[in-house]
DNA sequence: ATTTAGACCTGTCAGC
DNA sequence: TGCTGACAGGTCTAAA
């Protein structure tokens, strides 16, 4: 769910406030999630160790642990961090709808009303209050706070890895697209060769490491390329403007706190206003507002493409 | 060597 | 109201 801009967003909520504390303890209540090391190692490393830093490479999180220890967050499709300010209880008890599904899914945890209100205000006033958080892992700060990793549909992944292992934990993934490093030319380069769509290969993250299907579909749009163009055919001009929007489009979203158009949630548990920002991402049927003519929507190697065919021709060449 | 369908998971929403 | 099918910010693996 998250691409580049909500982790980033993320990312930097993270390193405005946890960066200095010490986790005490971790629960795992879905233990799939850990995805390295095996289970026992993972509590037993963790407890105890300070938050040194917060950083993000491609759609990672990565918190780093003193120790040259670091957690890698990835939340896939509905992963969501929530910050819980120290008060909050986290109520184990089961729902009553949850109660058949307790043998399969394990407990989910909700937060509660604080007893007194406390900031941020935004969970208090959430009108997700009271509703299932899906509460995956729970890093108990020894300052009091709790930090939860939220994931409805459970694909997302925490590891723990050694500082000299970064380079396997995040094997296979492509320049940062935010970095001065990243230029025309390197893409171009990535691209030559490649036979498949231009939209499936933005969302190849060893071409452009962060970009998902959102920013695919809204630099493609930017750029005035069909979806279906293959990725060898563009002409140097049109790498170049699809360069400019990746950068734009990736810029503008985390401005906008990211994208929310159901689950994507901040670490207060703000949803991101950049849906209202999007030009094609889920506008099918509406007016694209340069041309006029109706979005559409197709269907690109079993993910949903969102383009205008009057500004994104399919140009034979 | 690539492409593609399936797996992993659960919630929500439109339509009948 | 209830059921069914489509669809959802991702990525890995097995089969074609």
């Known amino acids: ?166 380079a396997v934990a995040f094997k296979g993934l492509g320049p940062e697209p935010l970095s001065t490093a990243f230029r025309a030319e390197q893409l171009a380069q990535a691209l030559a060769g490649r036979k498949s769509s231009i939209k499936q290969v933005l969302l190849a993250q060893e071409v452009v490491a962060g970009i998902g299907n959102i920013y695919a579909d809204e630099a493609l749009y930017y750029a005035s390329i069909h979806p279906l163009r293959r990725a060898d055919s563009l002409r140097p001009a049109e790498i170049e403007l699809l360069h400019e929007g990746i950068v734009a489009v990736l810029t503008r979203a985390i401005e906008h706190g990211g994208t929310t158009f159901s689950g994507y949630r901040d670490l207060w548990g703000e949803a991101g206003d950049n849906f209202n920002h999007v030009r094609v991402y889920q506008q099918d049927g509406k007016p694209c507002l340069r041309c006029g003519t109706l979005v559409e929507r197709i269907v690109i190697g079993q993910r949903s493409a969102h383009f205008c065919p009057s500004c994104q021709k399919l140009t034979l060449e």
């Open 1 to 166: 769910m998250p691409e580049l801009p909500e982790v980033e967003y993320t990312a930097r909520q993270l390193r405005s406030s946890i960066v200095g504390a010490a986790i005490y303890k971790a629960h795992v209540f879905w233990e799939r999630t850990i995805g390295y090391p095996d289970l026992d190692t993972f509590l037993i490393e963790v407890s105890g160790r300070c938050i040194e830093a917060v950083r993000r490479r491609g759609k990672y999180l990565v918190v780093d642990l003193e120790g040259d220890l670091f957690l890698s967050i990835h939340r896939r499709m509905t992963g969501n961090l929530l910050l819980l300010p120290p008060g909050w209880e986290v109520d184990t008890s089961l729902r009553e709808r949850d109660a058949a599904a307790w043998s399969t899914r394990g407990p989910s945890f909700f937060a509660a009303s604080p007893s007194t209100p406390t900031s941020p205000t935004s969970l208090a006033s959430s009108t997700d209050l009271g509703k299932n958080w899906y509460c995956r892992v729970c890093f108990d700060l020894a300052d009091g706070r709790r930090l939860l990793y939220i994931d409805p549909r459970k694909f997302g992944r925490i590891e723990l890895w050694s500082r000299d292992c970064e």
